[in-house]
């Protein structure tokens, strides 16, 4: 059977206190709605619809790029007119299955079993200690479901059932057309609850389906800034168990953010503090210290990154050695066994194996050979104030300290330049080149004296 998804996203999500749309709030980088179709589409639907409200152009704007359909829900006169707003885009013999944009963790696995069963109507319920502020499910004396009754219409032997209604659903969308042509709003809020249909499939006397969620994340909603980062922790707890039940030491579970997806080798270790974000691959053995921070970068094997480095968009080699305090600028590609040092930039450029830039450069826009060292304090000057220029440094050169390479600039293979040099022009192979004034010393010079 096809499967259409609809995912409500209209509410305004005023306890926010935002100017932000409630569902673009991130959770691990990535909006709230963006979580919830992203996991949609491993369902592989036929469609997926998003309910947006008034307002929400906002939202829409942001996630225009994502296959789905954008429905507008003019006025927000409940979660029952939400759904009927899209209902008519879905074929009769689909099933449908209705997700919330602001509940970013539910799970595919819960959801597949819960859209199996095809008949009836299957909704998605858990057990909670403090059911306050949810419908609750109401059973007859044969345990089968009669209605949902919302908090505000529920009297007290209502109010104390602990089964709630996470309000994710799955029914044939023929079933669901036909019910929410019937719905009203004669209740205490005078909306049009999509919970009201529960009821009416007992009169059609259609099964109805409960499958209770064993992990109460999934189906939590995101209303203020404390329950969005109660969440964010426990997705992160998630995710750093995983890496560690795969092979990955994480000195502090606690203390490590990923915020987008990795793939790390076994044996590698990561201290405190340390934020990994985008999409970033690490190999086996690899050692990352505290404070650093990582985006978008694929990282080999034996690699050992000291504390407080910021790396994004870059390629590291096996074996490199890079930190404490370096920065790496994106697209930045070092190979093997490289040494970055403190307080070192590198942007933009190629360094080749055994290269070592171990103090207070900048090197941008620069292509470096093999065996090189780079000499402390050594700059590319790549900017001309109007156009960006090249440095190309070839193999085996060396460089003293405080160079200044005025770019564009060639240094051809096993060049030596003296340090406290402005290089200009290109250096030939294997010379020695100094463009500093010679040293002399004024014997007897008397400083100027204080008057
Ligand atoms: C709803 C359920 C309740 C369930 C709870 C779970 C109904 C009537 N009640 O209550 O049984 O326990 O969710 O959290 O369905 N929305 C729209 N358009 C609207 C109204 C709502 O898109 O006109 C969206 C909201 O953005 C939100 C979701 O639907 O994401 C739920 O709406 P909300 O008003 O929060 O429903 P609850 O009162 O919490
Ligand atoms: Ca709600």
Redesign the pocket.
């Known amino acids: 059977m096809k499967l259409s998804i609809i995912i ?6 005023k306890r926010m206190n935002s100017d932000l749309p ?2 673009l709030h991130c959770l691990a980088d990535k909006p709230l709605l963006q979580h919830v179709i992203d996991t949609a589409l491993t369902l592989a639907p036929e469609t997926i619809q998003v ?3 008034h307002g929400g152009e906002q939202v829409r704007n942001s996630l225009i790029n994502l296959p789905v359909q954008w429905v507008k ?1 003019e ?8 759904v009927a707003q899209a209902i008519p885009n879905i074929a009769n013999d689909n099933m449908v299955l209705v997700l ?4 970013p963790l539910i799970n595919s696995i819960t959801l597949k079993t819960l859209f199996s069963q095809t008949n009836g109507l299957n909704i998605l319920t858990a057990k909670l200690n403090n059911p306050t ?4 499910i109401v059973r007859d004396d044969k345990n089968q479901v009669t209605s ?1 009754v ?3 219409d529920a009297n007290d032997e209502i109010k104390s059932i602990q089964e ?4 994710i659903l799955a029914t044939q969308a023929n079933n669901l057309r036909n019910w929410l042509t019937k719905l009203d709003n004669n209740n205490s ?1 005078e ?6 249909i529960v009821a009416m499939a007992v009169v059609d006397k259609q099964p109805i389906h409960t499958n209770i969620v064993n992990n109460i994340y999934e ?1 939590m ?1 995101v ?1 203020n800034r404390l329950q969005l980062a109660n969440l964010e922790r426990y997705y992160q707890l998630q995710q750093v168990n995983n890496l560690m039940l795969a092979g990955v030491t994480i000195q502090d579970p606690n203390r490590l953010d990923i915020r987008g997806t990795v793939q790390i080798g076994y044996d590698t270790n990561i201290d405190i503090n340390v934020i990994l974000a985008g999409k970033i691959s690490i190999g086996n053995r690899v050692k990352i210290g505290s404070n650093t921070v990582i985006k978008n970068a694929e990282i080999a094997d034996d690699v050992e990154i000291l504390s407080n480095c910021v790396i994004e968009n870059v390629v590291i080699g096996a074996g490199c050695k890079i930190g404490p305090f370096a920065r790496l600028r994106p697209e930045t590609k070092l190979a093997e066994r490289v040494h970055i040092g403190n307080f070192v930039e590198v942007k933009k450029s190629t360094v080749a194996n055994n290269s070592k830039i171990n103090h207070l450069s900048y090197i941008g826009d620069s292509e470096i050979g093999k065996n090189v060292n780079v000499g402390a304090g050594t700059i590319t000057c790549n900017y001309d104030g109007a156009k960006k220029h090249k440095t190309i440094i070839k193999d085996e050169v060396f460089i003293g300290s405080d160079t200044q390479l005025i770019a564009p600039v060639t240094v051809e293979t096993g060049a030596t330049i003296g340090a406290g040099s402005t290089i200009t022009t290109d250096v030939t192979a294997d010379s020695l080149t100094l463009s500093r004034a010679k040293q002399k010393s004024i014997i007897g010079w008397q400083r100027p004296n204080k008057k």
């Open positions: 409500l996203a209209a509410g305004l999500g409630k569902v309910v947006y409200g829900q006025q927000q006169l409940g979660t029952g007119h939400a919330y944009g602001d509940v502020g949810y419908g609750r949902i919302e908090e505000k709630i209604n996470t309000g809020q909306e049009y609850y999509l919970t009201d189906v909603g209303n």
